[in-house]
């Protein structure tokens, strides 16, 4: 009996290693291929999942040869501890970024006009953007239960001057300006996100109120890949209209 717990300890110690290095291998080589587009942005994302299975096997394998090598000297515990370490953080990291995504809707499109949305006249609209939702009143209805407090920013400047203040936060932010015509009141941009860098493209209407003093700011934020944002596009808009309102 003691021999067969033994010989249990040393393999579970092996695997919980084994699977601990396969699952870093596998979880941050996705992302990172993902992040310089060696691969698509799914598949790292998938690989980053994969890679916490494995993190979270190798946790439980090196938890039972901790339990089975009880008053047995194993060979090789300090580097089992440091997996067990390993593997509990990133099957942690992944729990929490998952009960954060629980707590948001499984959109990706989000606007401060849902009546008349902004719409892209450079950067393309994925054509499955009801994916998750169905139809647009789907989409509309899990949109204004979600992000209700999102509404149009009205500030009291002129409509060139906004596009100019949009267009040089927006640099500010990191994202890659496709439009900034005053003209048409219009700046569109692709925004990444995460270390993946998901893209998300974003897009900001800006109309005169009819003092022609003052201009109304309606934004609309797509995430390009994927059913959920994670509450990312909601973010963003709240941070960059909160910024333009003091520029």
Same mark, same amino acid.
């Given at each position: 009996m003691?021999?067969s717990?033994t010989?249990?300890?040393?393999?579970?110690?092996?695997?919980?290693?084994?699977?601990?290095?396969?699952?870093?291998?596998?979880?941050?080589g996705?992302?990172?291929?993902?992040?310089?587009?060696?691969?698509?942005?799914?598949?790292g994302?998938?690989?980053?999942l994969?890679?916490?299975?494995l993190?979270?096997?190798?946790?439980?394998?090196?938890?039972?040869?901790?339990?089975?090598a009880?008053?047995?000297?194993?060979?090789?515990?300090?580097?089992?501890m440091?997996?067990?370490v390993?593997?509990?953080?990133?099957?942690?990291? &992944?729990?929490?970024r998952?009960? @954060?995504? !629980?707590? %948001?809707?499984?959109?990706?499109?989000v606007? +401060?006009?849902? =009546?008349d949305?902004?719409?892209?006249?450079? &950067?393309?609209?994925r054509?499955? @953007?009801? !994916?998750? %939702?169905?139809?647009?009143?789907?989409?509309? +209805?899990i949109? =204004?239960?979600?992000?209700?407090?999102?509404?149009?920013?009205v500030?009291?400047?002129?409509? !060139?001057?906004v596009?100019?203040?949009a267009?040089?936060?927006?640099?500010?932010e990191?994202?890659?300006?496709?439009?900034?015509?005053?003209?048409?009141?219009?700046?569109? !941009?692709?925004?990444?996100?995460?270390?993946?860098?998901?893209?998300?493209?974003v897009?900001l209407?800006?109309?005169?109120?009819?003092?022609?003093?003052?201009?109304?700011?309606?934004m609309?934020?797509?995430?390009?890949?994927?059913?959920?944002?994670?509450?990312?596009?909601?973010?963003?808009?709240?941070?960059?209209?909160?910024?333009?309102?003091?520029?």
């Open positions: 003691e021999n717990r010989r249990w300890g040393y393999r579970l110690s092996g695997w919980s290693k084994g699977m601990t290095i396969a699952a870093l291998f596998c979880g941050f996705g992302v990172t291929a993902a992040r310089y587009d060696l691969i698509g942005k799914i598949p994302f998938l690989g980053l994969g890679g916490g299975a993190a979270t096997l190798a946790l439980i394998a090196g938890l039972v040869a901790l339990v089975l009880r008053g047995i000297s194993l060979p090789g515990r300090g580097m089992l440091a997996c067990l390993v593997s509990g953080l990133y099957s942690g990291f &992944l729990v929490s998952a009960m @954060n995504a !629980a707590k %948001v809707p499984a959109i990706h499109d606007t +401060t006009d849902l =009546a949305p902004p719409s892209f006249s450079r &950067l393309p609209l054509p499955d @953007n009801l !994916a998750g %939702v169905g139809t647009v009143d789907n989409w509309k +209805t949109h =204004a239960a979600a992000y209700g407090d999102l509404a149009p920013l500030v009291a400047k002129p409509v !060139a001057e596009v100019a203040d267009t040089r936060l927006a640099r500010e990191g994202w890659d300006i496709a439009v900034s015509d005053t003209a048409a009141g219009r700046v569109e !941009a692709t925004a990444s996100v995460s270390f993946i860098r998901f893209k998300d493209d897009v209407r800006i109309t005169p109120e009819e003092d022609g003093k003052r201009s109304r700011i309606d609309r934020s797509v995430s390009r890949v994927g059913v959920s944002d994670m509450g990312m596009n909601a973010k963003r808009i709240r941070a960059f209209l909160a910024r333009l309102a003091k520029a």
